[in-house]
């Protein structure tokens, strides 16, 4: 039992650090990737290949003069980036970065938590997470940052829906459950699910940029027509927090597709690797190889987000709620009952 | 009347499905946003990397001692009469007992002002001036603060003893043969039968 608990507390600061870091160099990879996409040099004074430029970035954030506005509901106007934070890192509790591995006779598991409906506590906790951006919004008292915040909420309501929907298909296929840990592990033996539902990943990638309000989908904050959207009255740590709450966001969306449609910890032919290098079933390298690899596939759908910011324009609001409303549902829909006629006739995992 | 060959017809024609689903428009746009990932960026890190310049670059001025290390300038003002931005002054003054090593000639500039403000480095100071003393160098003049400090006086101009300035590539023979000209307006102020940059008896 206190090995247990030891273990969980190591991989609970551990998780907490990783995504921290992951952040914090997501706006380093961030401005480095798009100077590149754009042919310039980007941040390279701090340190080695601007490497530092995070650290100097956070401290900046930490010295700026904190202000809150009179007009403003102090409580609230607190409590809405810190809940944002707080919520950012709760999604990524549940994510199985590798498999389980024993040590001393104890079979431990490189994950905080399995539970049993594991997808729908991350649907759940990403709608709250709409709350911080709203409460920041209206606690401003600035109508830039009322108009941001409905918006992001309106926005991230709307494309919760296809998500949820296309996250249905998904569980079918994977044989009904809802736990994170056994969806992954049913792509060990078989395929990726991107092979059953590619549609599906389409649906879910496109709500997964919307989700994060990043680029084509920063209504929420698009600077020509909203200042700064609902963090136009933050400064210091606290527009910090918006921001670091949201490339922590865009770390465990990616985490979660690269798991969902990518396999996570698998991949091809890993039982034959393992087994070439002479590693026995529940060696803690196993579970290390299986982080890293999970860890690429996520910095590849960070990239992704990232090269879709810096090449596609922003919707208009009409346009982006069309496409949710109008598009992406019932495409959702459609994919969800090709997926069940394909479990039902073809694949017979459906017994009517 | 057709003034480019750039008119367009415009035809309001639905979209096909490929343009209504947008997604082959979008991977197009990734791909060309893609293509630039390999592409060599055309920034210079100025500090530490400079954009190469031409050996007669005209950049800062020098104002030259002669090999034993005396200024040349005789404060004559060919150059300020020369300069078209007027970016020139300088006040004369006489040379006294004992200061032979420090001046070439009995007249000097006591103050020499160079306003880099005002100058477009235009490089005819250095063709008018009669004793080889100002040269432009292909040095930068650097950033100031203060519009003031951007007024150079004979301690930033003058040659130090211990870095002294090649201006060899400007002082060719050609260049030295084109002085002597006799349409010069130096040339026939002074007396143009003497060697250039040999210093002149008064």
Redesign the interface.
Known sequence: MTVFLIYKAILCVLIFAVSLGVAAYATWWERKFA???????GP?RAGPLGLFQPLADGGKMFMKEEIIPNVSNKFLFILGPSLFLFLSFLTGVLIPWGKDFTYDGHALALQLTDINVGLLYILGVTSIAVYGIIIGGWASNNKYSLLGAVRASSQMISYEIAMGISIIALVITAGGTLSFREILDTQDAGLANICYQPLGFLIFFICALAETNRAPFDLAECETELVGGYHTEYSAFKLGAFMFGEYINMFVSSAIMAGLYFGGYNFPFAKEFYHMIGLEDGSAWISLIGAGVYLIKTFIFISVFM??R???PRFRYDQLMNLGWRVLIPLSLLNLAITVLVEIFIRGTIQL | MQLTNRRKEVSHKEQSIAEKIYLPAILKGMAITASHLFKKSPTINYPEETRPIAPVYRGQHVLKRDDNGAERCTACGMCAVACPAEAITMESAERKKGEEALYREEKYAAVYEINMLRCIFCGLCEEACPKEAIFLTDRLVDTEFERGDFIYGKDKLVEKMTERIDVSKRQTPEVLEFKKKPGLKHNELFDSSKQLGKGKKH
């Open positions: 100077a590149l996409l754009q042919d310039r040099k390279n090269w879709i810096w090449t596609l």
